[in-house]
């Protein structure tokens, strides 16, 4: 019996990458067998599923087998807690990155019940974020996964309850007939949970390009997050990296490690990282560098997998075919907050608008991080601002009960 998950699936097959990308966001190794170049998988997909071919197929290192399983489906599997203990709490923190944790952290050492509501899995971008080497305390580095967890395993060792592969849906204001008694928060899972007071700490998304084709190929060559999709690409002759800030360059040398060539392709005149990842990204051997470049378009293959990029130069307006099998793409980030619908002020960007005590324009929501308007969307920075958001916090709940 296999001691790692396996997935059975195809490139072409929706499904198979979500639910990819639901393991990969929760940080759950898995072995990824494509059955349309392995007649053995297919072959075993049909016998558990009595002839058909019902994909993804599942299978856990205990034996136990999901077939075409929902997100919620999976997350039950894997015990992933999806139901508050209580219906009500002092903060409720919308989001499990490392400014969640950290409000969580200061909040929960002054004795208040702090429920965290992650949409995906704890750690935000941090968790899948191969390494830091610029996070003060660290002199040799560390990995994003494990920092996420030692934040994690902080935040549970003062009590703080942390749902996961749940989203907030929306918030009411409760009013007592005295004025503001707290929020009602509604829950992706239909669950109604009461707070004195929301912290909005839902980060934000990586960017898409919008080019053609590649709303077709994620999952199957186009891929946001070098850590969960790296490994795929070991021995691949050509990968590409989009974007040339500090996340491009990191996500490209950490891709070094599988592809035998990486090329950071970037639409600027010059790359935006910083001095030093430039310096390791030039000299690197396995590393190359286009410049004034945008995507126009990817091209897939008869398997439905990414075969090559088509560029445009963006001084000369020529194209040309750059041949890549993998194309991992970091061009920005855009707030979560859909969610949020008009219930809070959003800047042009739709990043929360706060003033300096991360107050919102609504009573008893604070917001802090990436999600912020004005947030320097930086590790550290997200850390500081989650520790001032849990002060300020604690001056809002001080005057409610005076």
């Given at each position: 019996m296999s001691d790692k998950l396996r997935v059975i699936g195809a490139s072409w097959c929706p499904d198979c990458k979500r639910a990819k990308t639901f393991l990969g966001q929760h940080r759950i190794e898995f072995e990824w067998i494509d059955m349309e170049t392995d007649p053995s998988a297919q072959a075993e997909v049909e016998r558990i599923n009595d002839g058909k071919r019902i994909i993804p197929t599942i299978i856990f290192p205990d034996g136990s087998i999901l077939t075409e399983p929902s997100n919620d489906e999976l997350a039950e599997k894997l015990n992933i807690v999806r139901e508050a203990s209580m219906g009500s709490y002092d903060l409720l923190i919308a989001g499990g990155g490392p400014t969640a944790l950290t409000t969580a952290i200061y909040?929960?050492?002054?004795?208040?019940?702090?429920?965290?509501?992650?949409?995906?899995?704890?750690?935000?971008?941090?968790?899948?974020?191969?390494?830091?080497?610029?996070?003060?305390?660290?002199?040799?580095?560390?990995?994003?996964?494990?920092?996420a967890g030692r934040f994690e395993l902080q935040a549970t060792k003062y009590g703080v309850e942390i749902l996961q592969a749940v989203g907030v849906e929306s918030f009411r204001e409760i009013d007592n007939g005295e004025g503001y008694a707290g929020l009602d928060?509604?829950?992706?899972?239909?669950?109604?949970?009461?707070?004195?007071?929301?912290?909005?700490?839902?980060?934000?998304t990586y960017r898409r390009t919008g080019a053609d084709?590649?709303?077709?190929?994620?999952?199957?060559?186009?891929?946001?997050?070098?850590?969960?999709?790296?490994?795929?690409?070991?021995?691949?002759?050509e990968v590409v990296v989009l974007g040339g800030g500090n996340s491009g360059l990191e996500e490209g040398l950490f891709l070094t490690q599988f592809a035998d060539h990486v090329t950071v392709i970037e639409r600027g005149s010059e790359l935006r990282g910083s001095k030093l990842l430039q310096e390791k990204v030039y000299n690197h051997p396995k590393m190359s560098v286009k410049l004034n470049e945008a995507v126009q378009s990817f091209v897939a293959n008869d398997k439905g997998q990414l075969e090559s990029v088509v560029l445009e130069n963006l001084r000369t307006n020529e194209r040309s075919t750059h041949t890549?099998?993998?194309?991992?793409?970091?061009?920005?980030?855009?707030?979560?907050?859909?969610?949020?619908?008009?219930?809070?002020?959003?800047?042009?960007?739709?990043?929360?608008?706060?003033?300096?005590?991360?107050?919102?324009?609504?009573?008893?929501v604070f917001a802090a991080g990436d999600v912020r308007g004005g947030s320097t969307k930086q590790l550290a920075s997200a850390v500081g601002e989650g520790a001032a958001a849990a002060i300020q916090i604690r001056y809002f709940l001080d005057k409610l009960e005076k």
């Open positions: 909040a929960a050492r002054e004795n208040l019940k702090v429920l965290i509501v992650e949409k995906s899995a704890v750690g935000g971008q941090a968790g899948v974020t191969e390494r830091f080497d610029n996070y003060p305390g660290f002199p040799d580095g560390i990995g994003g996964a494990e920092l928060v509604t829950l992706s899972t239909g669950a109604v949970v009461q707070t004195r007071v929301m912290l909005v700490a839902t980060g934000s084709g590649e709303d077709d190929l994620i999952g199957a060559g186009i891929h946001f997050c070098a850590t969960c999709d790296g490994p795929f690409y070991k021995g691949a002759k890549a099998s993998g194309a991992f793409v970091f061009i920005g980030l855009d707030p979560n907050t859909d969610w949020l619908s008009g219930s809070v002020d959003l800047d042009e960007r739709k990043f929360i608008e706060t003033n300096q005590m991360f107050k919102t324009s609504a009573l008893g």
